[in-house]
């Protein structure tokens, strides 16, 4: 058997382990930044992690996070951290007010994510329900998704961050209030996502996942973490669906 043969068929046989997977989807809950969009494509997330740690040191509170966490060129890590140290605070809320605005700067210049729109558009035409569940602002989602004229694909199904940080994935809190308000069991819905919080937040959810991994170290973080069907491209699912139609 040469390497091309079996590629071909490993090739094959994740195909058919999406199509059995997408079968039985009544309900598909997208991470947004990723699957989506990459809404840090221009206005970049570590420039913004920058500014959040620039203004609390403005308040005097340089030695609030770890080095770390200070290194990070994730904004929600900050944002977990100060909530972590000061939850329920004025201080809280005026930085997930400050990265709500950065991030609603980035979704006019975010970059859709490659057949994420004819993916969500073929879907919707087949009759399969919708919804966003995000550690982003809703405010941000709802932007992006008007911009490219889908929000009938998912309105009002948009979960995104509320002013409890602590229900921030990995937390399922997100994935659990689409499914309560669309009706759907844990085992019709999947979730597409591109981390690692996303897969734990679906598999405490009961949730069937898909890793949507664009970068190799992506897949290789999803795989680690215990997740098994992983696309590098959403070409895949959209072939698929196109199938079935």
């Given amino acids: 058997m040469t390497s091309d043969t079996t590629q ?35 206005h970049r ?43 329920d605070s004025d201080l809280v809320a005026e930085l997930e007010e400050r990265l709500t605005q950065e991030e609603l700067r980035a979704a006019s210049t975010a970059w859709p994510t490659a057949y994420a729109d004819p993916v969500i558009r073929t879907w919707t035409a087949l009759g399969t329900r919708l919804a966003v569940t995000t ?18 694909c998912f309105a009002p199904h948009i979960y995104g961050r509320t002013q409890d940080l602590h229900l921030l994935k990995p937390d399922p809190h997100c994935l659990n209030r689409a499914l309560r308000a669309l009706g759907a069991a844990p085992a019709s819905a999947l979730m597409i996502g591109d981390s690692v919080s996303d897969y734990l937040a679906a598999r405490e959810a009961g949730v069937p996942f898909l890793g949507y991994a664009r970068a190799e170290y ?5 795989q680690e973490a ?14 698929v669906l196109r199938a079935r139609a």
């Fill in 45 to 87: 997330a570590e420039q913004v992690a920058n500014d959040l740690i620039e203004w609390l040191e403005s308040q005097g509170l340089h030695g609030l996070l770890t080095e770390a966490e200070r290194k990070s060129v994730d904004p929600h890590v900050l944002l977990r951290a100060v909530d972590r140290r000061h939850p």
């Fill in 135 to 152: 550690n982003n602002s809703p405010l941000v989602v709802a932007k992006y998704l008007s911009s490219r004229s889908l929000t009938a």
């Fill in 226 to 239: 215990g997740a098994t069907t992983i696309v590098s491209s959403l070409e895949t699912v959209l072939k």
């Fill in 218 to 222: 992506k897949g290789h973080r999803l």
């Fill in 8 to 42: 071909s068929e490993v090739a094959a046989e994740r195909t058919e382990l999406l199509r059995d997977l997408i079968s039985r989807t009544q309900v598909v809950l997208w991470d947004f930044d990723g699957p989506i969009c990459r809404l840090f494509a221009v």
